[in-house]
């Protein structure tokens, strides 16, 4: 009896320990400015590794790629083009360069 109720403990931590390890994936940052030097991040979770324009997270928790997480690296690298799958919105919540192709009109 012992022997079941511990089988079925260790069934449902398996369950959720692979609901959360399927979450973690990868995440791409393209920076403005490039790095001066290659470099280790940890932000919003996740160890970014930083070579020139871009960095990797290479096991990212799913809170990484929202615009907190774009908060926090940009913090320690600078400003962001692209962070993971934001879209411009969050990227401008984040204070990270947006690029728009669209000309502003002067007032004369």
Not at 14 to 32: C, M, P, W, Y
Not at 59 to 80: H, I, M, N, Q, Y
Request: hydrophobic residues 45%; contains cysteine.
């Amino acid at each position: 009896m012992k022997f079941q109720v511990l089988a079925a403990v260790a069934a449902l931590s398996l369950a959720f320990a692979g609901t959360s390890f399927a979450a973690d994936g990868k995440i791409v940052v393209s920076l403005k400015t490039p790095v001066a030097a290659k470099t280790k991040v940890v932000a919003g979770g996740a160890v970014f590794n930083c070579e020139g324009a871009v960095c990797v997270a290479a096991a990212a928790p799913s809170r990484t790629d929202t615009t907190k997480g774009c908060k926090a690296l940009s913090k320690e690298v600078g400003e962001v083009v692209s962070f993971g799958s934001l879209g411009s919105d969050d990227l401008a919540k984040c204070g990270a360069v947006v690029s728009t192709s669209r000309s502003v009109a002067s007032n004369k």
